[in-house]
């Protein structure tokens, strides 16, 4: 549990510690070995204790907000040439991108000829080999459920096969990093929903400053409905900030 808190920021928790016995022989096997999220016990042991519950536009009123800000910074990358930047940070099985990159393409019809770009990171290797492949995770209930039915063609063919649209693949791309240690720049949006919970306080400080590090003056964060503001940005309502202009 220890090792599991310095590696990677996780808290202890009922449902770490319920994963932790189900995992006790991955967790033996990772005794006498130094941490690291690249030996392969530790690397095992992070995919079996991590928790990849997510799904397509989850917490829907803040997709919507957030799709009213997109236009502005799409049509700013674009006379700035530049792609609009997009991290999902704690991706899981990647439905978080998908809607980040369905909600960024909607919104070039305000701002055509913008380019885009969609990372999702995460620690899990099964997790992300799904959202890789594209596909859609059955997850909680019915996928498509909280798809606002004009972006439903996503994510959806003409014969209402459940599948992701090509172009929205070709958009997108997912990285194995640990959030703790992170650093990026220039960012345009980062969602990071439904991690911060799992971290202890100091890695969530430690994960929150780097994630407002990483954003462009005026970029946007999404962070899940608990979450603590992040200080020193501009709050947007629905768990929504903005980095100060300038
Ligand atoms: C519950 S899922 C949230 C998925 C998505 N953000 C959403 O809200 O639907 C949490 C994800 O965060 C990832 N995660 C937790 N701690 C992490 C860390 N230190 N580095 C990278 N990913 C982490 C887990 O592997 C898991 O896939």
Redesign the pocket.
Known sequence: MAALESL???AASPVLEARLRRAAALAEACRDIRPDVDEPHWAAL?DAV??????LF?HPAQCAAAAALLPAGLAAARAGGRPFRML?????TG??AFTLAALAQHATREAPGAAVEVLG????RP?LASAASGAIAPGMGEPLALVPPALRSWFEDASGQIRLHPRLRRMLRFER????G?ADEGLDAI?????LI??TEP?RIA?TAALCAALRPGGLLAL?PTDRPPAGMVARGESLWTAPDG
């Not at 999902?88 to 899981?92: E, I």
Request: proline share 0%; net charge neutral; aromatic share 10%.
């Open positions: 990677a920021g996780f992070l991590t928790v990849q519950e997510t799904r989850r999902s940070a704690g991706c899981a439905e978080e990171l995460d620690l899990c997790a990093r640990n959030l703790l992170w969602f990071c929903r439904n991690v799992y971290l890695a994960v899940g």
